[in-house]
């Protein structure tokens, strides 16, 4: 975890930063380490949020390789949308939903290490800015 929260970025110009957090937990015989950040921007129900996560799977390569094949579905209707995408060569997914402009990306790095980020109230394009601010190689290097 301590390797963990220092990749969560700081807030950019103009926004500001929860304190990040970590949790480690034993699922079903596994461990799973999780940290966690929330950034703002403005007040407001309609203000732009963000938020970003990385779970470490090391332990369960059955769930990576699970989550992963799901990620090859591709679909465009009137309600969002869902792609799958490549990051720094990393494997990804993007989905965005029209109605609460909710827009999540993940991305597998190293086969291990789940980011996921979600942001609110933004363009869907913010999604590759948000994922620059993230040292992908820092978690991957181990």
């Not at 596994?30 to 203000?47: C, L, P, Q, S, W």
């Not at 390569?61 to 990393?90: H, L």
Request: hydrophobic content about 35%; proline content about 6%.
């Amino acid at each position: 975890m301590q390797k963990l929260l220092p990749i969560l970025p700081d807030a950019p110009q103009g926004w500001t930063a929860d304190k990040p957090e970590g949790s480690t937990e034993d699922v079903g015989g596994f461990r799973i380490t999780n940290v966690h950040r929330d950034y703002h921007k403005g007040e407001g129900d309609k203000a732009p949020n963000a938020a970003i996560s990385i779970l470490d799977s090391i332990a369960n390569p059955d769930y990576v390789s699970a989550t992963t094949a799901a990620w090859n579905n591709n679909s465009e209707t009137s309600e969002g949308y869902s792609k799958s995408v490549t990051i720094d060569g990393n494997p990804g997914f993007e989905a965005f939903e029209n109605e609460t402009k909710h827009a999540t990306l993940w991305v597998m790095v190293a086969n291990r290490y789940f980011l996921q980020i979600e942001l609110q109230n933004q363009d869907p394009k913010e999604l590759q800015e948000w994922v620059k601010r993230v040292d992908l190689k820092k978690l991957g290097d181990d």
